[in-house]
């Protein structure tokens, strides 16, 4: 399924949430410093791009409410930051409706993620709860690499005080334990936000996302570190799933909201690549072509992705456009990744289909 979708708003996208409990699978970003970047890669054909801006300023509300009620959570991600942290608190993620006690043992205020300022440089913590949680051993030293996150809590269960651990590269980097304190964590936040964060002004770091998962239950160590490389399918070594719930966000390519028209007017030659999810209706928007006046509209439609043995990326480029090349036959195809480029286009591979000026 491809999930991060070309927004009608200019600026923004919609992602869509594969968990497998959620109402509303789309989400839209606030703000206008979130991107789809199809070169700087981790899984799949595509990430989600942060650039640089105050943290409040551009953010993905997830709709998960932050709230354990007793069962824990998991929030993973795949993050590249792009430069090297500083003394500043560079925010990632966070509720600003989850606000945690002033009392002593807690970090107060709202439940937030951050790189830099206390934490240190190159390192991580997570505040707002009531022992907040730096990582260790400087896993973001290194501008430019890839590092899989993962922040875990555990509930309490009897008299044994619940945790939150980070787990690193699918390794556990640090667990603390999470004391019970005056007012208590309620865990009452209403919409977690990630590639920045609502809460603050502060500046959010330039950096690429991907895989954003979230568990409504703690996830093993193993679970984590046997399918950090791949899209989330099956279960895990301890049986359970490792579909997230809650959302998920594997930011695989940029698609077409809604209804997706081909062979528009408008469209200039071997110009409008789109990509489709599964069931978006296609409607024929042409009557004529937009650069050889008088001849009808039509549209290549080159066929790829898993399971096709097709290349996951793009199939054709601008030298393998010619003007010239004009449909003899056409069909129907019903696959569930489509991309679309203007008629008069030659395919890259033999797996292509043009469609005329009516469907």
Same mark, same amino acid.
């Given at each position: 399924?491809?999930?991060?979708?070309?927004?009608?708003?200019? /600026?923004?996208?919609?992602?869509f949430?594969?968990?497998?409990?959620?109402?509303?699978?789309?989400?839209?970003?606030?703000?206008?410093?979130?991107?789809?970047?199809?070169?700087n890669?981790k899984?799949?054909?595509?990430?989600? %791009?942060r650039?640089?801006?105050?943290?409040?300023?551009s953010?993905?509300?997830?709709?998960?409410?932050?709230?354990?009620?007793?069962?824990?959570?998991?929030?993973?991600?795949?993050?590249?930051?792009?430069?090297?942290t500083?003394?500043? *608190?560079?925010?990632l993620m966070?509720?600003?409706?989850?606000?945690?006690?002033?009392?002593a043992g807690?970090?107060?205020g709202?439940?937030?993620?951050f790189?830099g300022?206390?934490?240190?440089?190159?390192?991580?913590?997570?505040?707002?709860?009531?022992?907040?949680?730096v990582?260790?051993g400087?896993?973001?030293?290194?501008?430019?690499?890839?590092?899989?996150?993962a922040?875990v809590?555990?509930? /309490?269960?009897?008299?044994?005080?619940?945790?939150?651990?980070w787990v690193?590269?699918?390794?556990?980097?640090?667990?603390?334990a999470?004391t019970t304190?005056?007012?208590?964590?309620?865990?009452?936040?209403? &919409?977690?936000?990630?590639?920045?964060? &609502?809460?603050?002004t502060?500046?959010c770091?330039?950096?690429?996302?991907?895989?954003i998962?979230?568990?409504?239950?703690?996830?093993?160590?193993?679970d984590?570190?046997?399918?950090?490389?791949?899209?989330?399918t099956?279960?895990?070594?301890?049986g /359970?799933?490792?579909?997230?719930? %809650?959302?998920?966000?594997d930011?695989?390519?940029?698609?077409?909201?809604?209804i997706?028209?081909?062979?528009?007017?408008?469209?200039?030659?071997?110009?409008?690549?789109?990509?489709?999810?599964?069931?978006?209706?296609i409607?024929w928007?042409?009557?004529?072509?937009a650069?050889?006046t008088?001849i009808?509209a039509?549209?290549?439609?080159?066929?790829?992705?898993?399971g096709?043995?097709?290349?996951?990326? &793009?199939?054709y480029? &601008?030298?393998l456009?010619l003007p010239?090349?004009?449909?003899i036959?056409?069909?129907?195809f019903?696959?569930?990744?489509?991309?679309?480029?203007?008629?008069?286009?030659a395919?890259?591979?033999?797996? *292509?289909?043009?469609w005329?000026?009516?469907?």
């Amino acid at each position: 399924m491809l999930v991060l979708i070309a927004g009608t708003v200019s /600026a923004q996208i919609t992602l869509f949430n594969q968990g497998s409990s959620v109402a509303n699978p789309f989400a839209q970003t606030v703000g206008s410093q979130i991107s789809v970047d199809n070169v700087n890669l981790k899984i799949g054909s595509a990430t989600v %791009k942060r650039n640089s801006s105050a943290a409040n300023s551009s953010y993905l509300p997830t709709a998960w409410a932050t709230n354990t009620g007793g069962t824990g959570f998991t929030i993973q991600f795949w993050i590249n930051r792009l430069t090297a942290t500083t003394g500043n *608190a560079d925010y990632l993620m966070g509720d600003n409706t989850m606000i945690a006690p002033t009392t002593a043992g807690a970090s107060g205020g709202a439940f937030r993620c951050f790189m830099g300022g206390i934490a240190g440089v190159s390192q991580m913590v997570i505040r707002g709860v009531s022992n907040q949680v730096v990582t260790v051993g400087l896993p973001f030293a290194t501008p430019g690499t890839w590092v899989h996150v993962a922040l875990v809590h555990t509930p /309490a269960v009897g008299a044994t005080a619940g945790s939150l651990s980070w787990v690193i590269n699918g390794a556990l980097d640090i667990s603390l334990a999470q004391t019970t304190v005056a007012g208590g964590v309620t865990w009452s936040g209403t &919409n977690f936000s990630i590639c920045g964060y &609502n809460g603050s002004t502060s500046i959010c770091p330039q950096f690429n996302m991907d895989e954003i998962r979230i568990y409504s239950f703690p996830r093993t160590v193993a679970d984590i570190a046997a399918d950090m490389n791949s899209a989330a399918t099956g279960n895990g070594p301890s049986g /359970a799933s490792n579909i997230p719930d %809650k959302a998920y966000f594997d930011c695989d390519g940029s698609v077409e909201p809604h209804i997706c028209q081909v062979g528009t007017n408008g469209d200039g030659l071997g110009t409008g690549q789109r990509i489709m999810t599964n069931n978006t209706p296609i409607e024929w928007a042409g009557t004529s072509s937009a650069v050889m006046t008088g001849i009808p509209a039509s549209c290549l439609i080159n066929i790829h992705g898993p399971g096709l043995g097709l290349p996951a990326t &793009n199939p054709y480029t &601008n030298s393998l456009r010619l003007p010239s090349a004009m449909p003899i036959a056409y069909s129907t195809f019903g696959f569930a990744g489509l991309e679309l480029g203007h008629g008069y286009s030659a395919p890259g591979y033999p797996a *292509a289909v043009i469609w005329p000026d009516a469907l």
